[in-house]
Nanobody, 124 residues
Framework: QVQLVESGGGLVQAGGSLRLSCVASGRTFSDYVMGWFRQAPGKEREYVAV????????AYRDSVSGRFTVSRDNAKKTMYLQMNSLKPEDTAVYYCAANPAWRLIMRSYEYAYWGQGTQVTVSS
């Protein structure tokens, strides 16, 4: 059974930075894709960034490209999301997700495993 635990959320002023972590357990992840998603109140869950565990290839939604960086540490089974130049519109609950796959996947319904979420609030 795969388990995902996020941490690192909080309150930050616009222009600030946060780093989210997602610790994975339950198996090896060499054949997995992992992703960060977010959901703001009244809005649908949207993908933020995804990474293929085997070769660290990545993809980002346009609104965060150049500001956010997704990475992973294989030894620690941890995925990170470094968020810089944060904007109030980045405010949301951020979730990590994982699924077996050999290609990058951006649709939330394609992910079987989810963490509990961590709140990120950016004040103006």
């Amino acid at each position: 059974q795969v388990q995902l635990v996020e941490s690192g959320g909080g309150l930050v002023q616009a222009g600030g930075s946060l780093r989210l972590s997602c610790v994975a357990s339950g198996r090896t992840f060499s054949d997995y894709v992992m992703g960060w998603f977010r959901q703001a109140p009244g809005k649908e869950r949207e993908y933020v960034a995804v990474i293929k565990w085997s070769d660290s290839s990545t993809a980002y939604r346009d609104s965060v490209s150049g500001r956010f960086t997704v990475s992973r540490d294989n030894a620690k089974k941890t995925m990170y999301l470094q968020m810089n130049s944060l904007k109030p519109e980045d405010t949301a609950v951020y979730y990590c997700a994982a699924n077996p796959a050999w290609r990058l996947i951006m649709r939330s319904y394609e992910y079987a495993y989810w963490g509990q979420g961590t709140q990120v609030t950016v004040s103006s």
